[in-house]
């Protein structure tokens, strides 16, 4: 008689729950794995894993706020003994290599078949890791991923893209000024540009522009 295997506990961090829920009802088709929470930004989904101590967490990349490396950084740094996985639609290299250094153990796409998330859980829970196919580990082939700004900044820099004003874009996203304002000096920070007609040119040769 075969040994079953032991059932692995799972928190999903994403900031769809649409998104959420496909993961969760994949994952709960398989009677070893127990989802034990969810979370849509970086600060719940580290607050639930120190609370869970779950055996692994499949992490997207972009989410409001904090970036899902920054998350995975910080577990690290915390020794929390989770398993990292993450869980996105990036596929450039330079993300790949900035996730496994942050000390994520997998890297599994979100257009990937759904087997792709057994197997990355099945060699991470036995130690190794998984990439998915498709994606390149060795950061520098391909084009420069350029620098990872969250969905947040991206519908702040579309906005200024648009003509509005901090006061407008504040309205428009249901925040106050002050956060627009700090969203506005972190793109600036992240991209490495000064002024608004700066931006406007990096936001156009992004497609980040409406």
């Known amino acids: 008689m075969s040994e079953q295997p032991a059932t692995v506990r799972v928190v999903i961090v994403d900031d769809h729950p649409l998104v959420r829920d496909g993961v969760r009802a994949c994952l709960e088709a398989s009677p070893h794995l127990r989802v034990v929470g969810e979370a849509g930004d970086a600060v719940a989904a580290e607050q639930l894993i120190l609370a869970e101590r779950p055996d692994l967490a499949l992490v997207d990349i972009g989410m409001r706020g904090e970036s899902g490396i920054d998350l995975i950084a910080r577990l690290r740094r915390q020794e929390v003994p989770t398993r990292l996985v993450v869980l996105t639609m990036y596929d450039n290299p330079e993300y790949v290599a900035e996730a496994m250094r942050a000390g994520a153990r ?24 998984y990439y998915s196919a498709g994606v390149d580990p060795v950061a520098g082939s391909g084009h420069p991923a350029g620098p990872l700004l969250t969905h947040r900044e991206k519908e702040v820099l579309a906005l200024i893209a648009e003509g509005l004003n901090n006061k407008r874009i504040a309205s428009a996203l249901g925040m106050s000024v002050r956060t ?28 980040w522009a409406r």
């Open 106 to 129: 997998g890297y599994v796409l979100k257009d990937a078949p759904s087997d792709e998330i057994f197997a990355a859980i099945d060699a991470v829970q036995a130690g190794g890791c």
């Open 180 to 207: 627009v304002e700090t969203h506005r000096l972190n793109i600036k920070r992240k991209v490495g540009i000064e002024g608004t007609a700066a931006l406007l040119k990096y936001a156009f040769g992004r497609e």
